[in-house]
């Protein structure tokens, strides 16, 4: 069935590192995937979409990758700062904004 | 531009109550849509509506109901709860759902069942 899978738990870097987040999903007809930020007792924040047309899209920095021929998603933040410690989901969205969400990774930033 | 706003907060409930939780999405969305977050299972979809209709549901009982106004504005009811149904339940909008479109998340309401 549909799943979208985060590889790792918890990542620890250290601040003004970059940091990587990989995400890989399983169905193959998915054309839009969102990263979102969760801290604490917040709700999820969308951090920056992509759709299955492109391979690349970059934000303030954040850069999103996909691969469409191996199913996988990632996530770059590029001098993380100790304010992107949060867990962070990747998701597929499919019809009718039905969101299908990994299980989350949390990024620990050290000072 | 305000954002997805939820109410209440934080909520303690008891066995067999029922909850209503109420959700305004950003102004011009007309989609949104409720999850249910807990540490066991994740994010889980609940049910979306737009234009006043359900037009996706997700794999929860009958218990677990919603509706939305003309104003966009949506609710989510709760009968019969249960020690399991305590979570962050979340709601979200998108100007008009499908896919593509950008998906905006509140903050949330904490239901606790005791």
Not at chain 1, 22 to 47: R, T, V
Not at chain 1, 60 to 72: A, E, F, G, P, S
Not at chain 2, 74 to 101: H, I, K, P
Request: charged fraction near 15%.
């Amino acid at each position: 069935g549909e799943s979208v899978g985060l590889h790792l738990p918890t990542l620890s870097v250290q601040e003004g590192d970059n940091s990587i987040i990989n995400c890989a999903y399983s169905n193959s007809a998915s054309d839009y995937f969102i990263w979102y930020k969760q801290e604490s007792g917040k709700g999820p924040q969308f951090i920056i979409d992509i759709r299955s047309n492109m391979d690349k899209r970059q934000g303030q920095r954040v850069t999103v990758l996909l691969n469409k021929t191996v199913k996988h998603l990632s996530l770059q933040i590029a001098a993380t700062q100790p304010g992107d410690s949060a867990v962070y989901f990747c998701a597929e969205n499919g019809a009718n904004s039905k969101l299908t969400f990994g299980k989350g990774i949390t990024l620990s930033v050290r000072p | 531009k305000a954002g997805v706003t939820q109410t209440p907060r934080y909520l303690i409930k008891t066995r067999g109550q029922q909850v209503t939780l109420s959700c305004s999405p950003i102004s011009g969305h007309r989609s949104v849509s409720w999850y249910q977050q807990t540490p066991g299972q994740g994010l889980q979809f609940l049910f979306e509506y737009f234009s006043e209709t359900q037009r996706n549901k997700g794999n929860f009982p009958g218990r677990f109901s919603g509706r939305q106004f003309s104003n966009s504005r949506s609710e989510m009811n709760v009968s019969t709860l249960e020690l399991g149904d305590s979570a962050l339940y979340l709601c979200a909008s998108s100007l008009e759902g499908g896919t593509g479109n950008t998906i905006y998340f509140g903050e949330g309401s904490w239901l606790t069942v005791v």
